[in-house]
């Protein structure tokens, strides 16, 4: 049959995830009664309900359960159920889940007390998923899933879990453009059940902890899933908590931030009512993703208020708490001509920390030449917020981290130089590269060979050369596409001078890169990311 079933004794056997359609050819072999050990949903979209199977399963004759399983540790309780259910159904009896595992680990619970030495440690091996899984993706962002998409384009039969506890993607690069009335939110996201591959096991959680040297995640609700090999993306933190009272007045009061999916059409909200008063921009310290965010905000706002001619009314000032507008300096003077057409005030070394809302001020420390910290209140009548980010905290206290809380990394194999069988990529990994989505498309290909050449103990041909990319929105309609790598190297796709601001690349940055990412990156299609082999 159709259905691969493997029989475990006389009244059971098990299978992976069933169809509707599979449910006929399982009746017409002979099964009476059908057992679901998968939750609803659990898979996404094209997983069918328990509710939708048992109504066919019933019109066929035969008997169902629902006993749903999450992945990870089993109750005791469900081994007990379960035991229950196949004293009193009628058999042959076919339990069911993703793949046939959870189903194996309850039939060997239920054996009777006088296996159970005999059936121990297979049945903790099961319920904790050591080596159940090839691979476990933790992190559903870019990095996550397209490096899932990536290997499973190279190695369809890959065993590969993704745990992520968010029901949405989303696309954040574009929240500049919503925030300067340049792009709709709602095309910023999509359900991240629409864009997991579907050969992956979506674990639908939070990670808490690593244990790499039992090869387990450890959930926030007690599970823990087994790997032969860890990929770690699961994104950087916004510490709001770092800026007192920034949190309560977000959203209010002339406060935003392009950071985050709610604020952005806030951000657009508070620019296109804006006539006369002062804007202040902020940039915290480094490490933050999209290093150029924080000014693209301040470019667009300030070129909308020039062309509706109220620029000359409106104060904007720079705060950042670097020493540069920009870390590569090839690219500052084209920067500085929009800032001097916007009429902007620079602030270096000037690091917001405090934020009253009702009084609409900013509270900024200020470090001199010489070191020294004073602390300056600005008022204010618009104020854009870039948020200080930090690693995640499960990561930032793991054995997988280094002194900053990023996971250590050998930043040319994107491999952890203390587990071999432990990658990272994305804003999470401690690679010293600009934390954007453009680098995570060169590193996705790296780390999906890098992994698959060490599963097979073979030498690691690929190395990541830092690239990354940040396209400066300096005006709407024409962008500075900077990408650059290791050392601030230039490293331009198009023979075109990089520094000159271009309508071409507005064009790329609104329509070809949103569609690139939907339709190739998160696809395991790998357009413009050739990586540099191994010499």
Not at 174 to 179: C, Y
Not at 406 to 415: A, D, I, R, S
Not at 480 to 490: D, N, Q, R, S, T
Request: proline share 6%; with cysteine; aromatic share 10%.
């Amino acid at each position: 049959m159709g259905v691969e079933i493997t029989r475990l004794d006389e009244k059971l056997s098990i299978t992976g995830q069933i169809s509707i359609d599979d449910l006929t050819e399982i009746a017409e072999s002979g099964y009476k009664s059908i057992i679901c050990n998968r939750p609803d949903f659990e898979g996404g979209e094209h997983q069918p309900t328990s509710e939708q199977l048992e109504q066919q399963a019933k019109a066929l004759g035969m008997t169902f359960a629902y006993l749903p399983v999450r992945l990870g540790d089993i109750p005791e309780e469900r081994g007990k159920a379960f035991r229950k259910l196949i004293a009193e159904l009628p058999g042959p009896i076919l339990a069911f889940c993703g793949s046939g595992r959870r189903a194996t680990a309850l039939h060997a619970m239920s054996k009777p007390e006088d296996e159970a030495a005999r059936l121990h440690r297979a049945t903790v091996d099961a319920c904790n998923w050591g080596n159940a899984f090839d691979v476990v993706v933790v992190g559903g962002g870019s990095a996550g899933i397209g490096v899932t998409a990536s290997l499973l384009k190279r190695r369809p039969a890959l065993r590969i879990a993704v745990i992520e506890a968010s029901d949405k993607h989303y696309y954040q690069p574009a929240w500049t453009l919503v925030g300067g009335g340049a792009y709709a939110a709602e095309q910023t996201v999509r359900r991240m059940a629409d864009v997991m591959p579907e050969q992956a096991e979506w674990i639908h959680a939070e990670a808490s902890a690593f244990d790499p040297d039992n090869n387990l995640v450890v959930l926030a609700d007690g599970r823990k899933i087994g790997y032969r090999q860890l990929i770690v993306c699961p994104g950087i933190r916004l510490a709001w908590e770092k800026i007192a009272g920034v949190e309560g007045t977000l959203g209010e009061n002339g406060v935003t931030s392009n950071y985050r999916f709610d604020l952005a059409p806030y951000t657009w909200s508070l620019v296109r009512e804006f006539k006369q008063g002062k804007a202040l921009f902020t940039q915290p310290p480094m490490p933050i993703k999209c290093a150029g965010a924080p000014q693209k905000a301040m470019y667009l706002a300030s070129d909308h208020w020039l062309n509706n001619g109220c620029l000359d009314d409106i104060e904007v000032e720079f705060h950042t708490a670097g020493a540069v507008l920009f870390g590569v300096a090839d690219f500052v003077p084209s920067l500085m001509d929009y800032v001097e057409r916007y009429q902007a005030k620079l602030n270096f070394n000037s690091n917001l920390v405090r934020v009253d809302g009702r009084s609409k001020t900013a509270y900024f420390e200020i470090k001199d030449a010489d070191g020294n910290v004073r602390t300056e209140e600005k008022q204010f009548d618009m104020l854009h917020v870039t948020p200080p980010q930090v690693a995640p905290d499960f990561l930032r206290n793991s054995p997988l981290a280094d002194v900053s809380g990023f996971c250590k990394v050998n930043e040319k194999t994107l491999q952890h130089p203390d587990y071999d069988n432990i990658f990272a990529l994305g804003d999470a990994c401690a690679s010293p590269n600009a934390k954007t989505a453009a680098a995570v498309r060169k590193q996705i290909v790296v780390v999906a060979e890098n992994l698959l050449a060490s599963k097979e103990d073979e030498e690691l041909p690929l190395v990541y050369d830092g690239y990354g990319a940040c396209p400066l929105t300096v005006e709407k309609g024409k962008v500075v596409l900077a990408e650059f790598g290791f050392g601030g190297k230039l490293m331009p796709t198009f023979p075109l001078k990089p520094s000159v601001p271009r309508k071409l690349y507005w064009f790329f940055k609104t329509t070809v890169f949103p569609w690139l990412y939907w339709n190739g990156m998160l696809k395991g299609k790998e357009w413009l990311a050739n990586p540099r082999k191994k010499h």
